[in-house]
């Protein structure tokens, strides 16, 4: 009599080491396969054997086959007995279902190839009718020891077979019916019919993240022409409302958010559209401080002006120097304009040379210098070395140095916008 799974697909898995001192499954669905065996055992006694013979390196190689797992498990009088565990495979039309719902959504074929069973897609596969992990009373036990429920063995092929499902999920679809090979040609069947009739949608990559649009090259339609720079800024969304605000919301502070994310959104887009645009490294998130004078920007009147300046530690014309320097120069202006730094002696060397080859012997200013700062004696003007070695040009503004313009290169031009100079 022939084997009735001599055609079928079959994959085979080394012995693995004994387990001592790790859990059997570390992934959600392994810790499923184990509850279908642990909550249908009518032997509690035989489960703790077969993850003693499971702990102790006792199982040897696995087959998996299509509706059934198989080895052979040693006792420990060293008596071997094979022993299979049988779960029903799905039939055409739930594999219909399954393969129709996975082209619907191209993240869960991403997540099946980075060896990943999340747990939408489990449930989607559920809602499809398609029960993907086994429940109470699914994985049915056989072995030569004569056993009529789980015994030791079984138990231990079970427990060895959540750590082969924790490395890779398609053993469980294997199991289902579908070898990985053939399940991903019939999803590449029905992705290629489906990308040439689907509607095309006006926002077609909506709501789905990287991973999935990458994995949906060949699924959904190409992607949007960039988009048109708006003339301005969209309008937020008016807070003029019979309803009166919710216990701590400040419908003013709201208002004035909204117009600034606009006004940011606006900002960046313009800069991505930009020819020859080149993405920069992301900055460091800002302090509270710091973000206050960036939401400060554009709106200096504005009546939160106030709050942004005393949760920030500024008054309102400390605030307002913040966002001069800030437009300016962003971060570094407005770090220039706050804090005082000791040169180091390699880079205050190239500053003094820079200083001396400014301005002709006898043109040259008479400057005072202090840490990253030099002021001319007897005048209203500073120059402030930053970080990066250029220089801002300062003015005192009724008893404060105020930024007034940005940083330049050569320290005889900052000067001069220092100076009021053009």
């Known amino acids: 009599m022939s084997d009735p799974y001599e055609d079928s697909p079959e994959r085979t898995f080394a012995a693995l080491p ?30 703790r054997t077969g993850r003693r013979l499971a702990r102790a390196g006792a199982v040897g190689a696995v087959s998996v086959r299509p509706g059934r797992i198989t080895a052979v498990v040693q006792d420990r009088d060293r008596t071997a007995h094979r022993a299979d565990v049988l779960l029903q ?42 029960e993907l992990l086994p429940g109470l009373g699914d994985l049915e036990p056989e072995c030569d020891c004569d056993a009529w429920d789980h015994c030791g063995h079984t138990a231990a092929l079970c427990y ?35 990308a040439e009739t689907a509607p095309v949608r006006d926002e077609p990559y ?7 649009a990458y994995a949906a090259a060949d699924i959904l339609p190409p992607l949007p022409a960039a988009p048109v720079l708006p003339g301005e800024p969209g309008q937020p969304p008016s807070l003029d409302t019979d309803a009166g605000p919710a216990p701590g919301v400040d419908p003013t502070a709201l208002a004035f958010l909204s117009t ?10 313009a800069e991505a559209l930009r020819p020859g645009h080149e993405a920069h490294p992301v900055e460091a998130e800002l302090t509270a401080a710091q973000d206050a004078v960036r939401l400060a920007v554009g709106a200096p009147e504005s009546p939160l002006a106030d709050r942004l300046g005393e949760g920030s530690g500024r008054d309102r014309e400390g605030l307002g120097l913040g966002v001069r320097a800030w437009e300016y120069g962003g971060v570094t202006a407005l770090d220039v304009l706050e804090s005082e730094w000791t040169v180091e ?40 070395l930053g970080p990066d070695g250029r220089w801002w040009p300062y003015r005192k503004e009724r008893g404060r140095w105020a930024p007034v313009g940005p940083a330049a290169q050569d320290p005889a031009t900052a000067l001069a916008l220092a100076e009021g100079h053009e």
């Open 18 to 47: 004994p387990a001592r001192g790790r859990g059997f499954a570390q992934t959600w669905w392994g810790q499923a396969w184990l509850k279908a065996l642990e909550d249908a055992a009518l032997d509690s006694e035989q489960v």
């Open 260 to 269: 600034q994310t606009a006004r940011e959104a606006h900002r960046l887009l």
């Open 160 to 194: 060895q077979m959540a750590r082969l499902l924790d490395q890779d999920p398609f053993v469980l679809l294997l199991m289902r019916g579908r070898a990985e090979r053939e399940l991903l040609d019939e999803l590449q069947v029905r992705s290629v019919p489906r």
């Open 345 to 384: 002696a390699e880079t205050l060397a190239r500053a003094r040379a820079a200083l001396e080859s400014a301005w002709e012997e006898d043109e040259r200013p008479q400057l005072r210098a202090s840490r990253n700062r030099w002021t001319v004696v007897g005048g209203q003007a500073q120059l402030r």
């Open 89 to 130: 495979q799905l039939s055409e039309d739930q594999w219909d279902r399954f393969l129709d719902m996975a082209v619907e959504r191209a993240g869960h074929i991403a997540a099946l190839l980075d060896r990943e069973m999340p747990p939408h897609l489990v449930e989607d596969a559920a809602t499809a009718g398609v």
């Open 206 to 212: 909506e709501g789905m993240d990287a991973a999935e």
